[in-house]
T-cell receptor, first 113, second 114 residues
């Protein structure tokens, strides 16, 4: 019940296109769902996060869509740019876990110019 | 504010040795979490320290241990190193006041076990 499943494993998108990464979770007690972006040689950096009381959250070109009944959430990157090329991780946590994050396996995104 | 710093950045050890990694959180942050990142297992939670006390623990053997000092700096120790311990070890800091909150990751320590 601790798993977060992420897909696809890798993604190639044309510049200006929409990148979509999906995650599914099993533990219905999870109540915090962040997305992290990681560049080579760097630690992950928080991109955007959502809690299950909302179905969508948008910050600039990044949008999280959340479907509580399906236990799924996704990251949409609009107008994808070559600078967005990185590895993206979804994660989940619950209040009782403190700051323990359960991560998905990651998606390597390449945006072609 | 300065970010999370980790030392050393790179480390090479041999099997059976032990190693200590250090993490300095963002000023004012009281929570430090440690993660192991490998190509095969991805990012896995090791443990979290808050105000010098271990608050959460992942599913790692007892060879992995940590501690936190009164200035919130944290160290993790791995004893009797195994080849499979080769990984990027990341620490993340947060205020820790209301979990879960935004965690800021350091650049990691790349440990290679020969």
């Amino acid at each position: 019940q601790q798993q977060v499943k992420q897909s696809p494993q890798s993604l190639i998108v044309q510049k200006g296109g929409i990148s979509i990464i999906n995650c599914a979770y099993e533990n219905t007690a999870f109540d915090y769902f962040p997305w992290y972006q990681q560049f080579p040689g760097k630690g992950p950096a928080l991109l955007i996060a959502i809690r299950p009381d909302v179905s969508e959250k948008k910050e600039g070109r990044f949008t999280i869509s959340f479907n509580k009944s399906a236990k799924q959430f996704s990251l949409h990157i609009m107008d994808s740019q070559p600078g967005d090329s990185a590895t993206y991780f979804c994660a989940a946590s619950r209040r009782e876990y403190g700051n323990k994050l359960v991560f998905g396996a990651g998606t390597i995104l390449r945006v072609k110019s | 504010k300065a970010g999370v710093t980790q030392t050393p950045r790179y480390l090479i050890k041999t099997r059976g040795q032990q190693v200590t990694l250090s993490c300095s959180p963002i000023s004012g942050h009281r929570s430090v979490s440690w993660y192991q990142q490998t190509p095969g297992q991805g990012l896995q939670f090791l443990f979290e320290y808050f105000s010098e006390t271990q608050r959460n623990k992942g599913n790692f053997p007892g060879r992995f241990s940590g501690r936190q000092f009164s200035n919130s700096r944290s160290e993790m120790n791995v004893s009797t190193l195994e080849l499979g311990d080769s990984a990027l070890y990341l620490c993340a800091s947060s205020s820790g006041l209301a979990g879960p909150d935004t965690q800021y990751f350091g650049p990691g320590t790349r440990l290679t076990v020969l």
